[in-house]
């Protein structure tokens, strides 16, 4: 059973914020919510985490609500480099790894 | 600063033969993951380490083996090569207790020809 169930494509245009949002049901009490992004032919790159409510950092925002059973990665004004798969990951860490990537959502951004 | 790093980045065999990946991860990081990533397709976990001791086993096929060393590289033996084992193979490595966030090299593809 996925952990995570995320859209297979975005597409979008330079300028426009962006939404991806990623469904895990039975997250666990304490799992963090992980996105990564991967350009072709690149590994996967760190973007955001968090455990409740709203984080942001310098590249993006994840919201997750109170019930923790889903979470949204915001991308603001994305452009073309945007263009990527984005993977969202629920996991401990802590000791209990669990890095295991479901199905991204490729994300193409037009001009 | 520092990143992971694999060697090499491009690897060439026939079927049958064996392989060796190599994986250094970033300075004071314990944990070292590898992932195959065939084209068009999602990683897939292989094999995690902590402390040189496998700690989480994903889809790795028997035919391949790892380790990884008191210096915390990693290697990833691949032996009767397939051609359906040509991928790009990623190393990804993180501290202890941090395992979501882990930074991953620049990877090594491996075509079996």
């Known amino acids: 059973l996925a952990k995570t169930t995320q859209p297979i494509s975005m597409d979008s245009y330079e300028g426009q914020e962006v939404n991806i949002t990623c469904s895990h049901n039975n997250i666990a009490t304490n799992d963090y919510i992980t996105w990564y992004q991967q350009f072709p032919s690149q590994g996967p790159r760190f973007i955001i985490q968090?455990?409740?409510t709203k984080v942001t950092n310098e590249v993006a925002s994840l919201f997750i609500p109170a019930d923790r059973k889903s979470s949204t990665l915001s991308l603001p004004r994305v452009s073309l480099s945007d263009t990527a798969v984005y993977y969202c990951?629920?996991?401990?860490?802590?000791?209990?790894?669990?890095?295991?990537f479901g199905a991204g959502t490729r994300l193409t951004v037009k001009p | 600063a520092a990143g992971v790093i694999q060697s090499p980045r491009h690897l060439i065999k026939e079927k049958r033969e064996t392989a060796t990946l190599k994986c250094y991860p970033i300075?004071?990081?314990?944990?070292v993951y590898w992932y195959q990533q065939g084209p068009g397709q999602d990683p897939q976990f292989l094999i995690s380490?902590?402390?040189?001791?496998?700690?989480d086993k994903g889809s790795i096929p028997d035919r391949f083996s790892a380790q990884q060393f008191s210096d915390y590289h990693s290697e990833l033996n691949m032996s009767s090569l397939e051609l359906g084992d040509s991928a790009l193979y990623f190393c990804?490595?993180?501290?202890?207790?941090?395992?979501?966030?882990?930074?991953f090299g620049q990877g090594t593809r491996l075509t079996v020809v």
């Open positions: 300075p004071r990081h314990d944990t």
């Open positions: 990804a490595s993180s501290l202890w207790g941090r395992e979501t966030e882990a930074f």
């Open positions: 990951l629920v996991g401990e860490g802590r000791g209990n790894n669990d890095m295991r």
């Open positions: 380490f902590y402390e040189k001791m496998q700690s």
């Open positions: 968090g455990y409740k």
